[in-house]
Every structure is written in structure tokens, then in C-alpha cells.
């Protein structure tokens, strides 16, 4: 028996003449698309079961009553006449959900350009000037590890540097830049858009990375020799071909700061409030149709953000 | 078209550095704290060294019942790493063709993807908990919850990591070549036998992954369990309970903990799917050399 024999042998002892079992197979033929139903069917149910009935339960239970203990399943719009209490009283001044959703806003807007302009160009060193493929695939995973670890901990790990008796304010302090400690580092919205920015630059490396590296290099060759400058290459190659990374990197980083209340509840002190952090707060009092109507206008919001950036891109064709 | 290496090479270069440093060096310095002697505090400089808060940790003296949300975890995320392997490969298979709902279920997994992982959460608490009412009302009053970790919480992992196992498979069959997979049935393998020796064997390494994802997601998954995961709590969820009250290096030893876990599954997974590329490589192609 050669080595390739062995293999296969190994392999796949079915296809070896004289094992036999590959004639002896079944005549029945299950069809085809009966066959798709079996594999896809699975994976569609968890999807129905613990993400789509959920969404509409979400709808649902925004229009219930309720009172301080329970769920009063019947009609009522106090869900949303309560979180949107004051909203017109108070005008010309924004509401609590108006102020709310502004800061969130901003929060979304700071952490979404510096992740961006780190990822691009984290991407663009990964994707063009490291040539061998062996040290892509290094640094590429370098990258990647710390998204496999765990969130909270890459939060903490904030605290013995940003802390009031942190290496930055010691560190500050022994340079004589500053003679008491700087209170904002920690449990503040700079150390919220720091984490933020600290965990999710990820989710912009990988797609900016994916559409570069389809990048066909001739291109930039073509560009360079008919005379345009590094920059201009930039600007009018690379970027745009670059698009469809930029937006579906762009979608994750919003939808995930729209929505967080971990980052922003431990690395803001429980203090700052955000879209994501109110309806965690509605839940704690048990006040589920309210935080289900909270749910309901951040998944709106949410949505619009997306359709908005998915009319620049295709998202289907770019997997 | 270049001779030697551009100036923005370089800058970039230490721009990616520094990168790596950032995403790296807050990691390192609690890692390096939890090795705090007994005295030690929460910040630097290093109060002597030791391994006491590690061990505080396992001698259950401590902050957290460390062993039994340890196993929870480590049972959830074995679990959800089998049932996304799984479900994922199947998918994956089911999309090399047409078929209908085709779209619904791929856009099922980009939304279940960015849709913010709180209202997932909300929704499947709010779904166990209107079952359980159901049940109450119509069948025992007594019933307690169906919400539990390997219920409600479950569900809520994988509505994470299922989209993840989904897209990697749509990159595993965007390269690979069908007509090896052609070759198998013309060789009279029943499809199944031309899955089982042929494409799963190729495709083994990147498996590996998703179930890499798959494990790894569970076990650090937070916002999706924080509302569904019934009255047991995970270990994430522990230790996020524990930032606004500790204050001692309990935190950080927990977190060494878990991570340490981590590394080794990534370790593992990223061992495997090396020596398998080898193997591929080495033995995998045997064209020209007359099969069987």
C-alpha cells in the first residue's frame, strides 16, 4: 500500500474498492430541497425560538400595563407616556430620553471615528505593507486574541492605570505635570469611550482588512504610474474600494455602542446613563413594559442608523 | 516598482505597535497584579509577590462561589460550542444550494448579529417569562421557571454565536473547490459519505474554529445572558457584579482565571488547526499520484 493509499485509508475507509460500503449504499434518495430543510431547519428554529419571538414579544409587551410588581397583560401606552414624560412639558429643553439619547449619540459618534481611523489604519499596515503572508496571518491573529477574551476583564484591566492612585496619574505626578490627581481618568466618559474604543476596534479591522487584502494590487500599481501621489492613491482607490469594510465595520461598532450598558455601566461608575443602560435599569424595577418600550425605540433607531449605511453598500454581496 | 521599504511603512509599523500595545498592556498589568502579595492593593507598584488571591480564589473563601459558577460556565460553553458546530456545518452545507427561506435565515443571523444584545436579552426573559405565567395559569400553579441556564440562557448564546459559525462557513464554501466533493460521487459515495470523507476532512481546520468562536464567545458572553440567564449566574456575570464592590486583587485573580481558560481553548484550538493545515498540506493532495 503507497503513503497516498494510507491516507485515504485512513481517511476514508468507505472509498477503498473491496470495503464495499459505498455500493451497498441506501437506493433511497432524500430531495434535495427536503435535504436543505434538514440542515438549515435548525439553526432557523433557534433563530425563530430565542431571537424572533422574542422581538415580537419585545413589540408586544411595550403596549402592556403594568404596576409596581407584575405584567398587566392588557392595552396601554404607558410604556412609551412614561419614558417619554416631560418631553413636551419641558421644551424648549430637552427631556431625560431626549438627553439620554444624546449622549448616547455622542458617545456612538466619538467611539465610532476613533475606532475607524484605528482600524483603517491598523487594516491598511496588515493588508499592504506586510508582504509575507506567514507574519499577515501573525499579526492578523495578534489582533484577534484579545477579542476571544473575556470583556470585563479588558475593562478592569483599566483600572490599575486610570485610577486615582493609577501608573498614569503616579506617573503624571512624578513629572510634576500635575500635583493632585486627575479625577476624569477613571469611571468617566473618557474611560468609557477608551473601553469602548479598546474593545471594538476589532470589529472595524476585520471587515476594513477583508475588502483591502481584495484590494488587486495592479490597481495601485496603475495609479502610481499614472503619477498620482501616495495620498491621492489613498483617496481615490483605496478608500473607495475600501467602502464596503469601512460600512459593515461601521454598522457593528454603532449598533454595539447603541446598545451597550456593560461598558458604559462599569467603566462610567454606573453613572452615565445611555440608551442601552435604561432599559437594564426599567428591568431591574421590573418595570418590563417600559423597558420594553425603550427597547422598541432604540431597535427603531438602531434600524434607521443601518438602512441609512447599508443604501451606501450592498451587504449581502460583500460576504 | 520600490526599492526597499516606503517612510510610511515605518510609521505605520509603529503605529500597529502601539496598537498592540494598547490592546495588550492594561491585559498584562492585571494578569501581573493578581500575583499581588497578601497586602497587596488594587493598584501598582507591587505589594511582594505571591499567589494568595489565586488561591483565596479556589479555597472558596472568597468573593464568588468561584467553583460552581466555574462549572456552569465551563458546562454552557461546551454546550453552545457542540450545538454551533453542529448547526453551523448543517447551514453551511444547506447554502451551497438554493433553497427557500434561504434569505430569511441569513438575515435572521445578520440581525440577530446587530440587533443590541440587551433587547435580545429582554426578549427572550420576557418570552420564558410569559411561558411560565402560561404554565402557572393553565397547567401548575406550582411550576417554578422554565428560565435556566441551559434553557433561556442557552438560547440567548447561541442567538451570538450561531451568526459567527453562519459566516465562517460562508467563507470556508467561497473557497472551496466542489468538484473534489463531484469527484467522491462519481466515485459512487452516497452524499453523505462524500461529506463525511471528503469535505469534512477539508474543511476540518476552520470547524475547528467556529467551535473556537463558538466556546469562547459563551464563555465570556455577558449582555445576552445578563437578563435571560434565569436566577444562576455565569462567571462573566460574576465578575461584573463584582467591579462596583471589590477592593482587593480578588478581581483581578478571578480575571486571570478566566482568561487563563481562555488562552488555553484558543491555544488548543489554534494547536489543532496547525498540525491539521500540516497534515493537509503534507499528505492532503495526492493529484497525479493515481488514486486508489
Not at chain 2, 498589568?29 to 507591587?46: D, E, H, K, N
Amino acid at each position: 500500500m503507497d503513503m497516498s493509499e494510507e491516507v485515504l485509508q485512513q481517511a476514508s475507509p468507505g472509498l477503498i474498492p473491496g470495503s464495499g460500503t459505498a455500493r451497498a449504499a441506501k437506493p433511497t434518495r432524500l430531495s434535495p430541497s427536503f435535504v436543505s430543510w434538514l440542515q438549515a431547519g435548525p439553526m432557523m428554529l433557534v433563530f425563530l425560538a430565542f431571537f424572533l419571538i422574542p422581538l415580537v414579544f419585545v413589540v408586544i409587551v411595550s403596549f402592556w400595563d403594568y404596576n409596581e410588581y407584575q405584567l398587566l397583560p392588557a392595552f396601554s401606552g404607558r410604556g412609551y407616556t412614561d419614558t417619554f414624560e416631560g418631553c413636551i412639558a419641558q421644551l424648549p429643553d430637552l427631556c431625560t430620553i431626549g438627553k439620554t439619547y444624546l449622549k448616547t449619540l455622542k458617545l456612538c459618534f466619538l467611539v465610532w471615528a476613533m475606532t475607524l481611523f484605528i482600524g483603517f489604519w491598523v487594516a491598511y499596515f496588515l493588508a499592504f505593507h506586510v508582504k509575507s503572508k506567514t507574519w499577515q496571518m501573525g499579526l492578523s491573529l495578534l489582533c484577534t486574541i484579545p477579542f476571544w477574551t473575556s470583556n470585563v476583564i479588558r475593562m478592569i484591566a483599566w483600572i490599575p492605570l486610570l485610577g486615582r492612585n493609577g501608573l498614569v496619574n503616579s506617573g503624571l505626578i512624578k513629572t510634576g505635570l500635575i500635583n493632585h490627581p486627575v479625577e476624569w481618568l477613571l469611571f468617566s466618559e473618557f474611560s468609557v469611550v477608551l473601553a469602548l474604543v479598546h474593545l471594538f476596534t476589532f470589529f472595524m479591522v476585520v471587515p476594513i482588512f477583508n475588502s483591502m487584502v481584495r484590494i488587486d494590487k495592479s490597481l495601485i500599481e496603475a495609479a502610481y504610474d499614472a503619477g498620482a501621489t501616495g495620498f491621492q492613491t489613498l483617496v481615490n482607490v483605496i478608500i473607495p474600494l475600501a467602502k464596503p469594510g469601512i460600512v459593515i465595520g461601521s454598522i457593528f461598532v454603532i449598533t454595539i455602542v447603541m446598545g451597550d450598558f456593560i461598558t458604559i455601566g462599569v467603566m462610567g461608575g454606573q453613572q452615565i446613563a445611555a440608551a442601552g443602560k435604561i432599559i437594564e435599569t426599567r428591568v431591574n424595577a421590573l418595570q418590563f413594559p417600559a423597558a420594553a418600550a425603550n427597547a422598541v425605540i432604540l431597535l427603531i433607531i438602531t434600524f434607521l442608523i443601518i438602512t441609512m449605511m447599508s443604501r451606501i453598500v450592498d451587504i449581502k454581496k460583500e460576504l | 516598482m520600490k526599492e526597499g521599504r516606503p517612510r510610511s511603512f515605518y510609521v505605520l509599523a509603529i503605529f500597529f505597535a502601539a496598537y498592540t500595545l494598547f490592546l495588550y498592556g492594561p491585559m498584562i498589568a492585571i494578569y501581573v497584579l493578581s500575583f499581588q502579595g497578601p497586602q497587596g492593593g488594587l493598584t501598582f507598584p507591587m505589594n511582594g509577590v505571591s499567589t494568595f488571591w489565586i488561591a483565596k480564589l479556589f479555597q472558596g473563601t472568597g468573593i464568588v462561589d468561584l467553583g460552581a459558577a466555574f462549572r456552569r460556565s465551563l458546562l454552557l460553553g461546551v454546550i453552545v460550542m457542540i450545538v454551533t458546530v453542529v448547526l453551523s456545518v448543517a447551514a453551511g452545507m444547506a447554502f451551497r444550494r438554493k433553497f427557500k427561506a434561504q434569505s430569511i435565515l441569513f438575515y435572521s443571523a445578520i440581525a440577530s448579529l446587530i440587533v443590541p444584545s440587551i433587547i435580545t436579552s429582554l426578549g427572550i426573559s420576557l418570552e420564558f417569562r410569559i411561558i411560565d405565567d402560561l404554565i402557572k395559569a393553565h397547567w401548575n400553579e406550582n411550576f417554578e421557571t422554565s428560565m435556566g441556564l441551559l434553557t433561556s440562557g442557552l438560547g440567548a448564546h447561541l442567538t451570538w454565536t450561531l451568526p459567527f459559525g453562519l459566516l465562517i462557513m460562508f467563507a470556508i464554501f467561497n473557497r472551496f473547490d466542489p468538484r473534489l466533493e463531484e469527484a467522491a460521487r462519481d466515485l459512487g459515495a452516497t452524499p453523505w459519505q462524500a461529506f463525511r470523507h471528503v469535505v469534512l476532512p477539508i474543511i476540518l481546520p476552520s470547524v475547528i474554529g467556529i467551535g473556537l468562536f463558538g466556546f469562547t464567545l459563551s464563555w465570556d458572553e455577558l449582555a445576552r445572558s445578563s437578563q435571560a440567564i434565569g436566577a444562576v449566574n455565569t462567571l462573566p456575570l460574576d465578575l461584573q457584579g463584582l467591579t462596583t464592590t471589590v477592593t482587593n486583587p480578588d478581581i483581578y485573580a478571578l480575571g486571570t482565571v478566566i482568561s487563563a481558560v481562555s488562552f488555553t481553548v484558543i491555544s488548543l484550538a489554534l494547536g489543532t488547526i496547525h498540525v491539521l493545515n500540516k497534515r493537509q498540506a503534507a499528505k492532503g493532495s495526492d493529484a497525479g499520484k493515481g488514486l486508489v
